[in-house]
């Protein structure tokens, strides 16, 4: 299966990225390519809306941490819609549930602007230690 972006403003200096399809090592690359070009072009409040992925891989998750990691450096957020039970365990297996704002819907995270989930940390060395 392919990977369909789709990207639009929402609000004052946010973006929503729809994702659907699989990311995966194969399709990640596009994936890469606009959250770049997105912060290239001075976005650092991102909205992953990811409801309609319907596979996720290690490569996958190493392009929104390296996203993450980007806009962080200018002190943005990339928040994630996840409705997937599946892609949900993912990012709680592997801790980055805890480092990732992770919503049910768009409108709740536009609705929490931004703002870290109770308890997340603030640095990925003390979030993604696989807890």
């Known amino acids: 299966m392919d990977l369909t ?3 639009h403003p929402a609000g004052p200096g946010r973006t929503v990225v729809e994702v659907s399809g699989e990311i995966d090592v194969y399709t990640a690359p596009k994936l890469r390519e606009a959250l770049l070009s997105l912060v290239d072009s001075g976005t650092y ?5 990811m409801s309609g992925v319907e ?8 392009v929104l941490v390296g996203g993450l990691k980007r806009v962080r ?14 892609i949900l365990r ?3 297996i ?10 049910d819907s768009v409108d709740e995270a536009l609705a929490n ?5 109770a308890g997340a940390p603030e640095s990925f060395e003390s979030g993604a230690d696989g807890r």
């Open 73 to 86: 450096a200018h002190d943005g957020a990339i928040d994630l819609v996840v409705t997937q039970g599946r």
């Open 45 to 49: 409040r991102l909205i992953v809306d």
């Open 94 to 103: 592997t801790g980055l549930s805890k480092v990732f704002s992770i919503y």
């Open 113 to 117: 602007g931004g703002t870290p989930p």
């Open 5 to 7: 972006l789709n990207e």
């Open 90 to 92: 993912i990012f709680k």
């Open 55 to 62: 596979f996720l891989d290690s490569t996958g998750l190493g």
